[in-house]
């Protein structure tokens, strides 16, 4: 059967604005970048681990129709349909200082709890991000 996941998908506004937030301030890199003439397939990546991407994607055609894709803008921007992606990182609180200097809103800072150190901020789209530093 399955062996993987390849890809995961969450929605964004604007996939300029969503490369400057991923790219630009949480390091993460562009693995493709291609105009399908119908769309734009966008993924981004952890550096050194092109195996698994998140797909940026615009509400829209030919996924689905205007009228849903003006709903799902909606609750996309009112904070009710944001995906959910976790990271893990070696520093929780080292990388939670270097993005917030870097101008990221946070949600949550580092918190400890029983599997390790939390923290959570959410994408200009209202994407829900959380990073967390497993415990030893």
């Known amino acids: 059967m399955f062996t993987s996941i390849t890809h995961s998908q969450i929605y964004v506004l604007d996939q300029d604005q969503a490369l400057d937030f991923y790219v630009g301030k949480l390091d993460l890199e562009v693995v493709a970048d291609v105009d399908l003439g119908f769309m734009r397939w966008l993924t981004i990546g952890v550096p050194g681990h092109p195996d698994r991407q998140i797909l940026l994607e615009k509400p829209g055609p030919p996924a689905m129709s205007e009228e849903t894709a003006e709903q799902v803008r909606e609750l996309l921007t009112k904070g009710a349909l944001g995906g ?53």
């Open 84 to 136: 959910h992606l976790i990271f893990s990182t070696d520093d929780c609180r080292k990388t939670y200082e270097t993005l917030l200097a870097r101008g990221v809103e946070f949600t949550e800072g580092p918190t400890e709890q029983t599997y390790g150190i939390d923290c959570g901020l959410r994408d200009p789209f209202g994407n829900n991000i959380r990073f967390n530093q497993a415990k030893a």
